[in-house]
């Protein structure tokens, strides 16, 4: 079993939609999670950070952990074209030093 | 503004040749890292250090080697470089909270 999983996509969804990206991780006592953004030919770039069950809104973006279900999510609402992006879910491995571990992206592609 | 920076954006490189990508932080991280990304694969970890000297294998270190003289720099190296390591190279480095990129090394070994 992969370690972080997710829907390659591509995902499409119109200008204004809620997008709703999902992560699945296999290591229980993981502590740490990421969603980064990654445009074509660019480097990733963070978007949220979680360390809670339950979620977290900053802006558009709402990240939502389940630590017993081992899944998390990132809801972005009023969608935009400019985030057609590559979304990364991330895994922190440790609490010393943050090993990340990187799921394969899912390519999401907003509408005009 | 925090910057990761890499040597070269695009490198082609012969069969067995030796290889240098090199990594220069300017936020005074203790960890830093090199990840290749493939597509379908995403970013798989190849070396890390905590610590100047100091180095931890990723999951898919075979034919790389990592050197860390300094602490704002983090080399990684192609022993002898070969056709499938043609890949794209993402160095970062992190504090607890957040990875930073630099630009990324398109390296096409022929």
Not at chain 1, 40 to 54: A, F, Q, R, T, V
Not at chain 1, 68 to 86: F, G, K, M, N
Not at chain 2, 81 to 93: D, H
Request: proline letters at 4%; aromatic letters at 12%; one cysteine or more.
């Amino acid at each position: 079993q992969k370690e972080v999983e997710q829907n390659s996509g591509p995902l499409s969804v119109p200008e204004g939609a809620i997008a709703s990206l999902n992560c699945t991780y296999s290591d229980r006592g993981s502590q740490s999670f990421f969603w980064y953004r990654q445009y074509s030919g660019k480097s990733p770039e963070l978007i949220m950070s979680i360390y809670s069950n339950g979620d977290k809104e900053d802006g558009r973006f709402t990240a939502q952990l389940n630590k017993a279900s081992q899944y998390v999510s990132l809801l972005i609402r009023d969608s935009q074209p400019s985030d057609s992006a590559t979304y990364l879910c991330a895994v922190g491995r440790d609490n010393y030093g943050q090993n990340f571990v990187f799921g394969p992206g899912t390519r999401l592609s907003v509408l005009p | 503004d925090v910057k990761v920076t890499q040597s070269s954006r695009y490198l082609v490189k012969r069969t067995g040749e030796k290889v240098f990508l090199e990594c220069v932080q300017d936020m005074d991280h203790e960890n830093m890292f090199w990840y290749r990304q493939d597509p379908g694969l995403g970013l798989r970890l190849i070396y890390f250090s905590y610590d100047v000297k100091m180095k931890e294998k990723g999951d898919i270190p075979e034919g790389y080697s990592v050197s860390r003289e300094k602490k704002e720099r983090f080399s990684l190296i192609l022993e002898s470089a070969s056709t499938n390591q043609t890949s794209m190279y993402l160095c970062a480095s992190s504090s607890r909270d957040e990875a930073f990129f630099g630009q990324g090394t398109r390296l096409t070994v022929v």
